[in-house]
């Protein structure tokens, strides 16, 4: 079957013909109809990310937003049939550790990254395996649009998750969001279903335009001011700085400025992870952040079971996935979009739905 293969770092990846997985006692195998194409294959396919251990081997297949039709089932599975529309969650999980059962399946002691280590092919693929599959495989509702549902694929998942689950979003709280990328512009769609205010902060004039469609209330362009988290702040009752601030980029500057934006008792919501510049190190206004009893919040990815809440308010048409998805591409564009994110031009999210 053809894949987009990768063999070394910063390398352009090409298309070559590798062979069909077949399902483990526990997998299904899936064949992809959509994938979304996303910042973190950038990060791993030019080497950044060594320090959380992620180092991609030759041979390997990313694609870690996928949605598919099941095509064939493991001896092991019993809640998934052939034919089964579904997605998974980027972090696949074992289900059974002490974290899969208080419902945080997201951050297993066990979490094998879909399409980032070897021994879990990834998406980019006519067809990819899905291990542990009665707990991660997740069944679409009827009808659903295959790139709608990629394009909820990590980041929106990843916004969501932080939003709804991490943080206390009230209706009337403002909330900024650093970084208008894929997972920034699913954060400002999120934050303002939510009842929120939002404050989009980017340096695109593209992106900032983009993030007003979706609900921005104010937006600051950190190219025409000289202080960001006073500029955010100008926006909020008595300049008093946002409820809660979301770093969606994860680079010191707007990890600073998100902390810095806050009111007191405000939060941060780091989705963001930091690049090869900062490996993973960023330094805080730590008295600041005691004084004024600010938090600092992680946030990794979703756990399955809370794709039902997407899918629910997607049904409602409160949410739309699909509106921060900005263009379909096939397979044979994958490594061109993956190489071109060095740019940080990208709006929105690219899906590849031709395979
Ligand atoms: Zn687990
Ligand atoms: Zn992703």
Same mark, same amino acid.
């Given at each position: ?195 929120? =205010?939002?404050?989009? #902060?980017?340096? %695109?004039? /593209?992106? $900032?335009?983009? +993030? @007003? ?24 009752? =008595?300049?008093?700085? #946002?409820?809660? %601030?979301? /770093?969606? $980029?994860?680079? +010191? @500057? ?102």
């Amino acid at each position: 079957m053809r894949a987009v293969v990768f063999e070394e770092v910063g390398e352009l990846m090409d298309v070559q013909e590798i062979e069909r997985p077949a399902p483990a006692p526990d997998e299904v195998v899936v064949e992809t109809e959509a994938c979304g194409i996303c910042r973190s294959d950038w990060h791993a396919w030019q080497g950044d990310w060594d320090w959380v251990g992620v180092a991609p081997t030759p041979g390997l297949v990313f694609g870690h937003e996928p949605v598919g039709t099941v095509k064939s089932v493991g001896e092991d599975v019993d809640t998934l049939e052939v034919g089964d529309r579904i997605c998974v969650p980027f972090n696949l999980s074992d289900g059974t550790c002490r974290y899969c059962k208080q419902g945080r399946a997201n951050i297993c002691e066990r979490v094998v990254p879909l399409g980032f280590v070897p021994f879990q092919q990834g998406a980019f693929a006519e067809e990819f395996p899905v291990r542990n599959a009665d707990h991660n495989a997740v069944k679409l509702p009827e009808g659903v649009d295959p790139v709608d549902v990629a394009g909820l694929g990590c980041r929106f998942a990843t916004a969501f998750h932080g939003l709804v689950h991490r943080v206390d979003v009230t209706p009337g709280d403002w909330v900024a969001v650093h970084g208008c990328g894929g997972v920034g512009l699913s954060a400002v769609h999120i934050a303002d279903a939510l009842g929120a =205010n939002v404050i989009a #902060v980017d340096l %695109s004039t /593209d992106k $900032l335009e983009k +993030a @007003e469609e979706l609900g921005a209330d104010a937006t600051v362009d950190v190219r025409e001011v000289d202080d960001v988290p006073l500029a955010v702040k100008e926006h909020t009752p =008595n300049r008093r700085g #946002v409820e809660v %601030s979301v /770093d969606a $980029l994860g680079v +010191a @500057e707007t990890c600073r400025n998100s902390v810095k934006s806050l009111c007191k008792g405000g939060q941060n919501l780091q989705i963001g992870l930091t690049t090869s510049e900062e490996e993973g190190e960023v330094s805080l206004p730590v008295d600041t952040i005691v004084m004024d009893e600010r938090e600092f919040i992680g946030s990794f990815g979703m756990p399955p079971h809370e794709y039902e809440e997407i899918f629910s308010m997607m049904d409602q048409g409160k949410i739309d996935p699909g509106k921060i998805v900005s263009k379909t591409v096939s397979l044979d564009e994958v490594p061109e979009v993956v190489a071109s994110m060095d740019d940080y031009e990208t709006i929105g999210i690219p899906v590849c739905d031709d395979f």
